[in-house]
């Protein structure tokens, strides 16, 4: 995946979860923050930060903030990266696990739920829930940021299709490299850490991705550990 037209700018203050006003060239701008999370750790006075430029009219901002650096470590924070990026990596089939790919839907609908991806490959017919992952302490990759019952109820879906037959997967796709393996941040959300190990021991899957981050690109590397 990648941005088209990258700035370098210095991150001056968030005044709302969708905007953010930043420096570039000795001006000040306003730009859009591609994730509505809190992202506390990451969006500091000073830090260095990346923005896209969107040229387009009608838009009352023209930069998209898409990436921040962290004590050397560039993370990319677009809340949509995870999933383009794995979309690449299951039509590329580089996801190897369910044999060879036939089909990939994205936004597919089961009973009541919207699953990230269906898929149906040699072997056998899955649901796939992505994550993206932003947080991190001490090298060890953590999900998620705050509190959030959304993510409980996608797992809980899963845990039906489960019981119903298909495979499931809860993909968490790392915006950054160097980590060394991931893990639920329990003490942000303990419930959500519970009900992830309770999926793995139905049979979901749990794999966990970093990525090759740069300013203008990311694009998955390799498997990391997951520890429970």
């Given at each position: 995946?990648?941005?088209?037209?990258?700035?370098?700018a210095?991150?001056?203050?968030?005044p709302?979860?969708?905007?953010?006003?930043?420096?570039?060239?000795g001006k000040?701008?306003?730009?859009?923050?591609?994730n509505?999370g809190?992202?506390r750790?990451?969006?500091?006075?000073?830090a260095t930060?990346?923005?896209?430029?969107?040229?387009?009219?009608a838009r009352?901002?023209?930069?998209d903030?898409?990436?921040?650096?962290?004590?050397?470590?560039?993370?990319?924070?677009d809340?949509?990266?995870?999933?383009?990026?794995?979309?690449?990596?299951?039509?590329?089939?580089?996801?190897?696990?369910?044999?060879?790919?036939?089909?990939?839907?994205?936004?597919?609908?089961?009973?009541?739920?919207?699953?990230?991806?269906y898929?149906?490959a040699?072997?056998?017919?899955a649901?796939?829930?992505?994550k993206?992952?932003?947080?991190?302490?001490?090298?060890?990759a953590?999900?998620p940021?705050?509190?959030t019952?959304?993510?409980?109820?996608?797992?809980n879906?899963?845990?039906?299709?489960?019981?119903n037959?298909?495979?499931?997967?809860?993909?968490?796709?790392i915006?950054?490299?160097?980590?060394?393996?991931?893990?639920?941040a329990?003490?942000?959300?303990?419930?959500?850490?519970?009900?992830?190990?309770r999926?793995?021991?139905?049979?979901?899957?749990?794999?966990?991705?970093?990525?090759?981050?740069?300013?203008?690109?990311?694009?998955?590397?390799?498997?990391?550990?997951?520890?429970f």
């Open positions: 995946m990648r941005y088209t037209d990258i700035f370098k210095t991150f001056i203050n968030r709302n979860r969708f905007i953010a006003q930043v420096e570039i060239g000040v701008e306003t730009c859009h923050v591609k509505t809190r992202c750790e990451l969006l500091t006075p000073g930060v990346y923005v896209n430029h969107v040229n387009n009219p009352v901002t023209q930069y903030l898409v990436a921040v650096e962290k004590g050397g470590t560039l993370i990319n924070m809340s949509y990266a995870p999933n383009l990026v794995f979309g690449e990596y299951l039509r590329q089939g580089k996801f190897t696990e369910l044999g060879e790919i036939s089909l990939v839907k994205p936004e597919a609908k089961y009973g009541q739920s919207r699953f990230d991806f898929v149906e040699s072997g056998g017919k649901f796939i829930e992505v993206g992952v932003t947080l991190e302490h001490g090298g060890v953590m999900f940021d705050a509190p019952e959304r993510g409980i109820k996608h797992l879906h899963l845990a039906a299709c489960i019981a037959g298909y495979e499931a997967y809860v993909v968490f796709v915006q950054m490299k160097g980590m060394k393996y991931f893990t639920p329990k003490e942000i959300h303990s419930a959500f850490g519970e009900t992830l190990a999926v793995s021991g139905m049979g979901g899957r749990v794999r966990a991705f970093d990525c090759v981050v740069k300013p203008g690109e990311m694009v998955i590397d390799a498997p990391l550990p997951v520890e």
